[in-house]
C-alpha cells in the first residue's frame, strides 16, 4: 500500500531563517506530487504541483520554492522566511492516469514563524 | 474558472442530531467530487467522492450524491456522534486533466454530548 511521510512534524523558525519541508511517498511510482498552505482557520492553497522529476509548477508568487529530486520525493524551501509564511503545509499525491483519481495528503508540517 | 463554494461554519449540533453541509460547484464537463474531512492537527483523509452523475459516494455513515442538475454534492449524516468533530472539504478534479484539485474553503462541525 502506499503511504506518504512528511517531516518535521513541528517547526519553530525565525523571520529570515530558511526553510526545508520534506515530503516522500512510499508504495507508488511517478506519482503527481502537491504542496498545500492552510492558514490558521482558512481553506488550502495550492503552492506548486510537479508531474515528473525536475518539472515544478508554481501556483502563488512568492518566497517559497520547490523541487523534485527523485521521482517520489518534494521538498519545500525558502531561503528567508517571513511572518506571513506560517502555517500548515500539506504534502499531497496522486496517479497521473485520471481526474478520477483520488489526492491523498500526508500528516502535515506545523510552521510558526517568529 | 472552477470553483466550489461551501456552507460557512461552524456547525454545531447535539449527537444523534441529522447532518447537512451544503457544496455546489461550478465546473466545465464532468468533474469528479470529494469530500475530506481534517481532524486537529492532522492531514486530510478521503471521505467519500463520486465520479459521475448520480452517484452516491458513502462511508462511515456519511452520504453525498452527484447532482448535475443543481451542481452540488452536499454532505449528509443521520447521526452525528462526537467523533465526528473535524473540519469537512468539498473539492473537485477538473475534468480537463489539470491535475489541480479544487477546494472549498471547509466546513467546522462541532458535535456537542
Known amino acids: 500500500s502506499q503511504t506518504i511521510h512528511q517531516w518535521p512534524a513541528t517547526l519553530v523558525q525565525p523571520v529570515g531563517s530558511p526553510l526545508s519541508l520534506e515530503c516522500t511517498v512510499e508504495g507508488t511510482s511517478n506519482p503527481n506530487l502537491y504542496w498545500y498552505r492552510q492558514a490558521a482557520g482558512r481553506g488550502l492553497q495550492l503552492l506548486f504541483y510537479?508531474?515528473?522529476?525536475?518539472?515544478i509548477s508554481s501556483e502563488v508568487p512568492q518566497n517559497l520554492s520547490a523541487s523534485r529530486p527523485q521521482d517520489r520525493q518534494f521538498i519545500l524551501s525558502s531561503k528567508k522566511l517571513l511572518l506571513s509564511d506560517s502555517g500548515f503545509y500539506l504534502c499531497a499525491w496522486n496517479k497521473l492516469a485520471s481526474h478520477t483519481d483520488t489526492q491523498y495528503f500526508g500528516p502535515g508540517t506545523r510552521l510558526t514563524v517568529l | 474558472g472552477d470553483s466550489v463554494t461551501q456552507m460557512e461554519g461552524p456547525v454545531t449540533l447535539s449527537e444523534e442530531a441529522f447532518l447537512t453541509i451544503n457544496c455546489t460547484y461550478t465546473?466545465?464537463?464532468?468533474?469528479?467530487l470529494f469530500w475530506y474531512v481534517q481532524y486537529p492537527g492532522e492531514g486530510l483523509q478521503l471521505l467519500l467522492k463520486?465520479?459521475?452523475?448520480?452517484d452516491k459516494g458513502s462511508n462511515k455513515g456519511f452520504e453525498a450524491t452527484y447532482r448535475k442538475e443543481t451542481t452540488s454534492f452536499h454532505l449528509e449524516k443521520g447521526s452525528v456522534q462526537v467523533s465526528d468533530s473535524a473540519v469537512y472539504f468539498c473539492a473537485l478534479s477538473p475534468s480537463s486533466g489539470t491535475y489541480k484539485y479544487i477546494f472549498g474553503t471547509g466546513t467546522r462541525l462541532k458535535v456537542l454530548a
Open positions: 510537479s508531474v515528473g522529476i525536475g518539472q
Open positions: 463520486a465520479t459521475k452523475a448520480d
Open positions: 465546473a466545465t464537463g464532468y468533474p469528479s
